[in-house]
């Protein structure tokens, strides 16, 4: 379990990044969402020891981890949204240069490279450098480099971007593999992402934790509240005049609004809850709808 308690950090210049943001995070995939500039980075960076905060404390089991910075870089995982590699150097080199890093070597060193390249299934392209892979690949070996040691707490940054379905579901199915007796905190804003993978998540804004739970308990909350239409484009202007309208959605011509309201208003249907349903309405509950159309 990784417990957060009241963590703060205000850059120079006057941004909140992270106010008093309180979380305990168990075992499993953890996802975390939140619009732009909602402050996941610098949390998972400062979760990461890559930075610290002005205030709060972090604990993971036994490790402080603003005391024993070393203690928690030994026990973590880090896949950040773009990671460096040596052109021209073969993947299996590029990863047991990276378990040297994590101090392995020797025997160790080779066995646990390999053990990684057969897990995300690049044991047949390990001669081949990681810059000739495709995004799908990389994404893969980027899980490998962050599974070497054997990592308590991993941590995921923004990975599904620009992988194709086929290459975005391997990589989900190995996140759920890496969940099973870890800590896992995926930050995306992928609201599917989270959806399918992650059994608890949090959303973020300006740099507060703002709803947090199991997604089906967040999905249900919403039950009885949300309503559906179906108008004109030149409709919505005066919809959303007079509704809390959460989402636009362009079909064949028309728009599909969903609305959060405490009745049906009149000529609108029930509308089945989603988490999509949920991250939005919480986002407008604090006043930082985006309203996409
Ligand atoms: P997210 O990852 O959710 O997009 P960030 O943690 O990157 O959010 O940013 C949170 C806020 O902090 C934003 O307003 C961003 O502009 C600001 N910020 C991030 N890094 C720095 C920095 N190094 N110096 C000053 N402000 C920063």
């Known amino acids: 379990m990784l417990r957060l308690s009241q963590v703060t950090k205000i850059y120079a210049g006057g941004v909140h990044a992270l106010q008093a943001v309180s979380l305990d995070i168990p075992a499993g995939l953890f996802g975390l969402l939140g619009p732009n500039g909602a402050g996941k980075s610098t949390l998972m960076r400062t979760i990461a020891t890559l930075q610290s905060p002005d205030s709060g404390t972090l604990q993971f089991g036994a490790i402080d981890v603003l005391q024993d910075k070393m203690g928690l870089r030994r026990v973590l995982g880090y896949l950040p949204q773009e990671f460096g590699s040596y052109p ?5 080199m590029m990863l047991r240069h990276f378990a040297a890093l994590k101090g392995i070597y020797g025997p160790d060193q080779r066995g646990e490279a390999e053990r990684l390249l057969v897990l995300t299934n690049l044991w047949d392209v390990r ?6 892979f495709s995004g799908g690949m990389k994404q893969r070996f980027g899980i490998a ?5 054997n990592p308590r707490l991993v941590i995921v940054d923004e990975p599904t971007a620009g992988l194709d379905p086929a290459e975005r579901r391997r990589f989900q199915n190995l996140l759920v593999d890496m969940g099973q007796d ?11 992402d989270v959806a399918d993978l992650c059994p608890r998540l949090a959303i973020m804004g300006q740099g ?15 039950a009885d509240q949300l309503w559906t239409t179906m108008v004109r484009r030149d409709q919505v202007a005066a919809l959303r005049a007079q509704h809390q309208v959460l989402s636009c959605r362009l079909k064949s011509g028309n728009v599909e609004v969903r609305v959060l309201a405490a009745n049906c208003p009149p000529g609108m249907d029930k509308a089945v809850p989603t988490l999509e349903d949920v991250y939005f309405a919480t986002l407008h509950q604090h006043g930082l709808a985006a309203n996409p159309e």
């Open 145 to 149: 480099q962050a599974l070497l040691g």
């Open 88 to 92: 021209r150097t073969p993947a299996e």
């Open 127 to 132: 001669k081949r450098s990681v810059d000739t």
């Open 182 to 192: 870890r800590v896992v905190i995926l930050s995306t804003h992928l609201v599917d």
């Open 208 to 222: 507060r934790i703002l709803a947090e739970g199991r997604p089906t308990q967040l999905v249900d909350a919403l």
